[in-house]
């Protein structure tokens, strides 16, 4: 079985400030975790992805996340918010290997201020 | 990354009738595919597993005579809502996993389709 769960469904933050977006995860073999971008009205779109390689992962536009085993949790970052990061993120989570179904977390609808 | 195409991206229908949802892999081959729903402010639930030559695999509470699944081709599931009713209208997604070094490693999403029954 697996999970995520994201805490906080609406992050507030300043253009110019951290985005700090918090996933924590559950699997009963090893993940891999997953962090989606959605626009609205649109499909969703890849972020980053860690598949048991390196624990701090890059992404687009910025982002990065890393993997942390001991507290089972796979945080979203970027240094300085954008306007254009105003979006909603999800993050997600499969069992490593196979044809597996991803599983996702609520969403954080991310607002950016000016 | 690889796309994953989806057609019609908005479709407006009368209750009772039956629409089509398709999509497509456009730059790699697709055995399996998965087919989610998303209601307004809410997150994707996985509807059903879509697989190529084979019966697609329905979750739990998923009515396999209501949504048609087929999966025809190495690059194309199709999803047909039959007899459709408002309570159906939502955003349809589809996605399918990319190998990387012989596995499946990433699903990508295709842009979704918005489904409306008056």
């Known amino acids: 079985a697996q999970s995520v769960t994201q805490l906080g469904s609406h992050v507030s933050v300043s253009e110019g400030a951290l985005v700090l977006l918090r996933c924590n995860y559950s699997?009963?073999?090893?993940?891999?975790l997953f962090w989606y971008v959605q626009y609205p009205n649109q499909g969703l779109q890849l972020l980053l992805k860690y598949t048991s390689a390196a624990t701090l992962v890059k992404g687009i536009n910025g982002f990065e996340a890393e993997f942390k085993k001991s507290e089972t949790s796979f945080h979203l970052t970027k240094p300085s918010a954008h306007m254009s990061d105003a979006a909603e993120y999800f993050c997600a989570v499969t069992p490593s290997g196979g044809y597996q179904k991803v599983t996702f977390g609520t969403g954080t609808k991310l607002q950016v201020i000016p | 990354g690889a796309v994953v195409s989806q057609h019609p991206s908005r479709v407006i229908c009368k209750s009772g009738t039956s629409v089509k949802i398709e999509c497509r892999s456009l730059d790699f081959q697709a055995t399996t595919m998965f087919w989610y729903r998303q209601f307004p402010k809410q997150s994707l639930m996985l509807m059903a597993t879509?697989?190529?030559?084979?019966?697609?695999?329905?979750e739990q509470g998923v009515e396999k005579d209501k949504f048609l699944i087929n999966h025809a081709s190495l690059t194309l599931s199709t999803l047909t809502v039959t007899s459709a009713h408002p309570e159906d209208s939502s955003f349809y997604i589809c996605?399918?996993?990319?190998?990387?070094?012989?596995?499946?490693?990433?699903?990508?999403f295709g842009p979704g389709t918005r489904l409306t029954v008056l």
């Open positions: 879509s697989n190529e030559g084979s019966k697609a695999t329905y």
């Open positions: 699997s009963s073999v090893p993940p891999y």
């Open positions: 996605s399918a996993p990319e190998f990387s070094s012989g596995r499946p490693d990433t699903q990508y």
